[in-house]
Structures are given as structure tokens and as C-alpha cells.
């Protein structure tokens, strides 16, 4: 059976959680994979705390507390989904990564829902570097290699090879990653940026 998987950055907004909920029935998601999802004083996620949810960050849903204002959940895994299975595989999750089994009567496969950090001029260090050795590790030597693997998310990447305007360090150690491992991308030209705030336009919210 096809599953449908919806990708949104919230941006650690309350009103975007509650804005994509009142979407689910044109939407019609079996999966949803959040970036930057804004988190209650409970620990929990703005507005869809109801639902099926797995991250790294959480325990039993939630995050333990205290919670300090404006804290954000970097990734999130959401099941819509009833006849589906989903299991955290931690040895491939962490702040930024939420690597999960999705499974069926009929299929597996491997969702890594991942938040690559913005490349910053005061932080030369190559920040995506960890979580490529932890990618790497997935797709090269564990017990999962052989399933197909989705990556996907808010990579902050910015590069020519997905049709993006400008490249950054992210996108250039991203792009030799893929080359690497002969990965496909699975963005198209014709959708156009996924990134639009006023003249800023950018591609980089990736499915590898």
C-alpha cells in the first residue's frame, strides 16, 4: 500500500501545529515528520500531544521537566496511521535525528527524520559532521542496510545538485555524502524552494 508522509518545520510555533491538525483531512498523512515542534510546559507538543509520537528527546511522549519557555522538539515522528508499526531505533537517534522502523503486514522500511543546525560564520566547525558518521553507520553496517531508508527533513543545506540557488557547508558535505553512497534525491526542480520568507527563497528541506 503507498504511504503518505507530510514534512514540516513548525519553527517552535504553537499556531503552525494547530494549522497543519485542521489540515490532516485534505492531507490525508499515514505519517507526519516534524522539525523545530514547539513544546507546552508540560513537555509535550503544542496542540498534538493526542497523537502516536516518537523522539529521541521524549519519554513516554513528553519531555521530562522542567520545560524552560520556548523550548523547542528538534524532530519528531508522528503515526497517523493505525495498521502501521513504528519502532525508535536509538542506536541511530539523537537530539537532531529521529530514526524510526515503520512496518506492516506487507513492508519495512527505515524514516530518519532529521534537523541539520544552520551554517554559521562564527561556528567553522563542520557542525553535520556527527550526525553523517551516525547516517553512514545506518546505511553502510548495521543490521538495517538492506531495508530501504528514507532521510529526510530540515537539513539547512543549500546546494546546485537539488536545484538550490546558493551552496553552503551543509549543502557541500551533504552533496559529497550522497555522492559517496550513490543516494538518490528526491526533490524535484519544477516544485520549486521549500524554504519562502519574503525574498528569501531556498531548497533546503531534503528527501534523500
Known amino acids: 500500500m503507498p504511504v503518505n508522509v507530510v514534512q514540516l518545520n513548525l519553527g517552535n510555533c504553537r499556531d503552525e501545529a494547530g494549522l497543519l491538525l485542521g489540515r490532516f483531512n485534505d492531507l490525508k498523512p499515514d505519517i507526519v515528520l516534524l522539525q523545530d515542534a514547539h513544546l507546552t510546559r508540560e513537555g509535550k507538543i503544542s496542540r498534538l500531544s493526542s497523537l502516536d509520537i516518537f523522539s529521541s528527546q521524549l519519554v513516554n511522549g513528553s519531555l521530562p521537566p522542567p520545560v524552560p519557555a520556548h523550548t523547542g522538539l ?3 515522528t508522528i503515526i497517523i496511521n493505525p495498521h502501521l508499526t513504528c519502532d525508535l531505533l536509538p542506536d541511530f537517534s539523537n537530539e537532531d535525528m529521529t530514526c524510526t522502523l515503520i512496518s506492516s503486514n506487507s513492508f519495512k522500511f527505515i ?9 554559521r560564520s562564527d561556528l567553522p566547525d563542520r557542525v553535520i559532521d556527527p550526525h553523517l558518521t551516525v547516517i553512514r553507520q545506518l546505511v553502510e553496517g548495521s543490521i538495517y542496510q538492506h531495508l530501504p531508508i528514507i532521510i529526510t527533513g530540515d537539513m539547512n ?3 546546485g545538485v537539488w536545484h538550490d540557488h546558493d551552496t553552503n557547508q551543509n549543502g557541500n558535505l551533504l552533496s559529497e555524502f550522497v555522492v559517496d553512497f550513490q543516494l538518490n534525491i528526491a526533490n524535484l526542480r519544477d516544485v520549486g524552494p521549500t524554504f519562502v520568507r519574503g525574498n528569501d527563497r531556498s531548497t533546503i528541506d531534503l528527501t534523500i
Open 74 to 76: 528538534n524532530t519528531a
Open 157 to 159: 543545506a543549500r546546494h
Open 111 to 119: 524514516i530518519l527524520n532529521v534537523y541539520f543546525r544552520p551554517t
